[in-house]
Each structure stands twice: as C-alpha cells, then as structure tokens.
C-alpha cells in the first residue's frame, strides 16, 4: 500500500536526519495518515533548522576568510538555498556569494555579522524575491535593520560592505537613495528587549547544540 510505502521511506529519512541533529530516531512505521502527516511535519522542521544552521555557518566562514581562500565553495550555498532549483535565481545567489570569497575578510565583528545577515537574506530570500532586483534591496535592508547597530566609527564600512552585496544581488549601481537607506538601516537601534531575548536564545541554543554533541 502506497502508505506503508511512505511510512517506510519516512522513517529511512528519519533516520538520516537524527545522524546530522544528533538524537534518536524513532523505528516505528507510521500507521495512519494522521501520524504520517504529524511525523513529516516536524522532518520537516528539523530539517529547515538543520539546513538554515548550516547556512549560517558557511556564510560567517566566508566573511570571515581572506580573500579567494574560503572553505566553502560556492556550489555548497546555492545548494542549500531557497533558490537553488531556479536557475536564475540561483545564479543571483552565487554572484553574492562569489562576490563575497572575493572580498578580503571582515575583522570587525560587528561588520561581520552585519554582512552575514545581507548575504543570508540573499541565500534565505524566494526565488521571486531574488530576481526582484526591488524586493531583494527591501530583504536585505530589512535584515540589516534587525541587527544591532555597529560602533560609530565602522559604520560606513558596513554600509559599502552591504551596498556591494545589494549590487552584487541586483548587477545594477547602487543609487543615492539606497546608500541612504542602507545607512539608515545599519544605524537603526534594535530593540533592546528583542536584544536580550537574543541573548538568551544564543545561550540556550549553545546548551543544546553541546547536548547534541555539536
């Protein structure tokens, strides 16, 4: 029956995917629809989480690279990217993400996460989005909005930093009044109680990464 045939294929997966999270997985075979649906649902976050962990960690290992030497090649990214089965959008993706093993590594840390977060709107963003050359300037001023304000004194160099990613994402020149409103973006104060909730966040996920062995 095509729902055993389901069931079994999902608690192969299942498997697979407690190997990368680090926890047991559960043998038994689905018996209902129900339990099926319930079962995939949560494979499927856990996957989202898995891959948008991994994400995460190859942009931060690309910013934070010299220049032409980043462990992660370009193909590994588009891969896990919300464009990655729409050849022009994907193509978008991989201009960023080349653009940015070009560039030299990012000491400031603040600069750092603040182009981490411009590149991760790009690799996260729907495919309509990225070839949207308007929608994907909106996506990433918005993430960098979220992101706490940088010191003063590096602040410009975050927003050339992102007026790059935005004309690497668009291959159009970045204009006045974008530069304004990526410089209004970057020294947007976060709110300070969205901070906290970071914070802890940050340290809770770091206990269940070590739990999981991370």
Not at 29 to 51: D, F, H, P
Not at 77 to 99: E, F, G, K, R
Not at 166 to 178: D, F
Request: aromatic share 0%; charged share 20%; net charge negative.
């Amino acid at each position: 029956m095509r729902l055993e045939d389901l069931a079994v294929r999902l608690v192969a997966v299942e498997a697979k995917v407690a190997t990368l999270a680090g926890y047991g997985a559960n043998p038994e075979i689905a018996t209902s629809l129900e339990e099926l649906n319930a079962r995939l649902g949560l494979l499927e976050c856990t996957v989202e989480i898995l891959v948008a962990n991994k994400t995460q960690e190859q942009i931060q290992a690309i910013v934070a690279a010299p220049a032409d030497s980043a462990p992660v090649a370009v193909e590994e990214v588009v891969a896990l990217s919300a464009s990655a089965d729409v050849p022009a959008a994907a193509d978008i993706v991989a201009n960023v993400v080349t653009a940015q093993i070009e560039t030299v590594a990012i000491e400031n840390q603040e600069v750092a996460a603040i182009v981490a977060a411009a590149v991760a709107a790009v690799v996260a963003a729907d495919p309509e989005v990225v070839t949207d050359p308007v929608a994907i300037t909106a996506a990433i001023t918005e993430a960098i909005t979220e992101m706490p304000a940088p010191a003063t004194e590096v602040a410009a160099e975050a927003g050339a930093a992102v007026a790059e990613i935005i004309a690497a994402a668009t291959g159009e020149v970045v204009a006045p009044e974008v530069h304004a409103e990526i410089a209004a973006s970057v020294a947007a104060q976060a709110d300070p109680a969205l901070d906290d909730i970071e914070a802890r966040l940050i340290a809770v996920e770091a206990k269940a990464d070590s739990l999981l062995g991370k």
